[in-house]
């Protein structure tokens, strides 16, 4: 008899409804009846709030509404008998869905605190955001390395993958925060380009760690979110990017483009030689065995 649906999963409908509400775009603040507050307001208002030199082209944005549509899918499979009472659901999600979602919700009211003060709640709340998807990314994967066999594809893709992709995504927009904030001081470009290019240099960083130094099993997502926010900024033209000009405008696109290529190729790379070439010897000896037990004498 399969478990009944715990308090858990019910936290987990909500966390959802709430990142639903103020992601989707559904709801409009301040609708035509004036009856939506205007601070009910999601990841849209990224792209104008934190405008830095390192606020990336707006189409990068889209892959929020993958976020969103993945975790609707954790949503749902966590409610099923299969998956509702399984350790990546009741320990490794726990609470932290729930916790990075009202964490939203105060950044998202945060946002109609004007100046220093709002910039810096502004930068707290999405850290916590950051915080409580790394919680749950790590504790997923302490979860798969304990048991002492890796999960099922259909639980990695189902309770693992929708969040592994939201924190990267979450990081990647905390940094563009921290740059923004910065903005709020007016400094001089090249003070801008410094902070640019240490934003580089950390994706580039936790990327090639996730790769190369992350235990046993590397995580291919989380370079391949930053490598995709990396060539959104290199593409970006407006904002104070734009304001770069001459050598210094070239040299922060190039820098871009090549934290953001070093780190699809490396993706890539230890994918094939971890993951496509295995399985294809594997194919290859099964074949080879085969061909030898037909030929074999009776």
């Not at 810096?120 to 999405?126: A, G, K, N, R």
Request: proline share 4%.
């Amino acid at each position: 008899m399969a478990e009944k649906l715990n308090y858990i999963n019910v936290l987990n409908v909500i966390a959802f409804g709430l990142t639903w509400v103020l992601n989707s775009g559904a709801v409009e603040p301040g609708g035509e009846d004036g009856m939506i507050p205007e601070w009910l307001r999601g990841m849209d208002e990224l792209n104008r709030r934190y405008e830095s030199i390192v606020t990336p082209a707006s189409v990068t944005f889209l892959i929020a509404h993958v976020i969103l549509l993945l975790e609707a899918v954790f949503t749902v499979c966590q409610m099923l008998p299969k998956y509702r009472s399984t350790a990546l659901v009741q320990e490794g999600v726990n609470v932290w869905f729930l916790m990075a979602a009202v964490a939203q919700f105060m950044w998202s009211i945060d946002l109609n605190i004007e100046g220093i003060i709002g910039s810096i709640l502004s930068t707290i709340f999405m850290a916590i955001m950051f915080f409580c998807h790394s919680k749950i990314l790590m504790a997923q994967a302490s979860l798969t390395e304990a048991s002492g066999s890796a999960q099922t594809p259909e639980e990695y893709w189902l309770l693992r993958f929708p969040f592994s992709i939201h924190c990267s995504w979450i990081f990647a927009v905390f940094v563009m925060s921290v740059n923004a904030f910065f903005v709020q001081f007016e400094p001089a470009l090249y003070i801008q380009f410094a902070l640019g290019v240490l934003s580089l240099l950390g994706f580039a960083a936790v990327g090639l760690k996730m790769l190369y130094a992350n235990g046993r099993n590397p995580n291919y997502i989380i370079p391949s979110i930053l490598s995709w926010f990396a060539f959104g900024i290199a593409f970006a033209d407006k904002g104070p990017k734009g304001d770069l000009e001459g050598v210094l405008g070239f040299v922060f696109t190039a820098l871009s483009a090549i934290t953001a290529l070093t780190l699809a190729i490396n993706t890539g790379y230890l994918f094939y030689k971890n993951e496509y070439l295995p399985k294809s010897n594997k194919e290859i000896e099964l074949m080879t065995d085969d061909t030898v037990y037909v030929n074999a004498p009776v």
